[in-house]
């Protein structure tokens, strides 16, 4: 069975770091881009990060650039997204989804997703 479980949410102050992870069973990931979106009440969801299939190309969104870093670990079937100096702005829960090979923006491009992860960004 394809599965996708994030992990690594949570409450921090602004200013914080979390690290999230998104572990795939049932398929290995080799083959597959990686995205990380996020949807906050009453937004569109939104691709905040994605990582190829090889790991050469990675993509942020405008809004984290500079603070997030996305790195996969094929060995252990798993992504990261690195998040520093968060910002209120940054709540939302965060999900990861896969499609074959690169990245694409829009999260109707992704077939498997994980059933997301709550971060929260507040003093």
């Known amino acids: 069975q394809v599965q996708l479980v994030e992990s690594g949410g949570g409450l921090v102050q602004p200013g914080g770091s979390l690290r999230l992870s998104c572990a795939a069973s049932?398929?290995?990931?080799?083959?597959?881009?990686i995205g990380w979106f996020r949807q906050a009440p009453g937004k569109e969801r939104e691709r905040v990060s994605c990582?190829?299939?090889?790991?050469?190309?990675?993509a942020y969104a405008d809004s984290v650039k500079g603070r997030f870093t996305i790195s996969r670990d094929n060995d252990k079937n798993t992504v990261f997204l690195q998040m520093n100096s968060l910002k209120p702005e940054d709540t939302a829960v965060y999900y990861c989804a896969t499609r074959q090979n690169y990245c694409r923006r829009e999260y109707k491009d992704y077939d498997y997703w994980g059933q997301g992860t709550q971060v929260t960004v507040s003093s």
């Open positions: 049932g398929f290995t990931l080799d083959n597959y881009a």
């Open positions: 990582v190829s299939y090889s790991g050469d190309f990675t």
